[in-house]
């Protein structure tokens, strides 16, 4: 690919990245002064999709563990029983996601 070309394709895609960001800001409000309330198949999907792609994420992180071998996938579950009691307990994202990757990534040197 030529410098252009490079330029070019991160132009677009930088382009497209700021625009499906606001998209949602632009239909969804009248103006200034009002705004429209967001539709209720919107809402539900902003509840239901965090949830499924963090499902989504769990089944392909365990897609090649070898559960008869090994250390029959005992770091996965660690680590995903630790990202979900941290939640639970402090209701904090970036916070559960870095215990639990923590651990795993402990478990892993330490068992293998």
Known sequence: MTSQQQILTIAILALMTVLTRALPFIIFSEGKSRKKETPKYIQYLGKALPLAVFGMLVVYCLKDVLWL??????????????????????????????????I?????RVLQ
């Open 104 to 108: 795993y990534m402990i478990l892993i």
């Open 69 to 102: 071998q090994g250390v029959h996938g005992i770091p996965e579950v660690v680590g995903i029983l630790t990202t979900a009691a941290v939640h639970v307990w402090r209701r904090q994202l970036f916070l559960s996601m870095a215990v639990g990757t923590a």
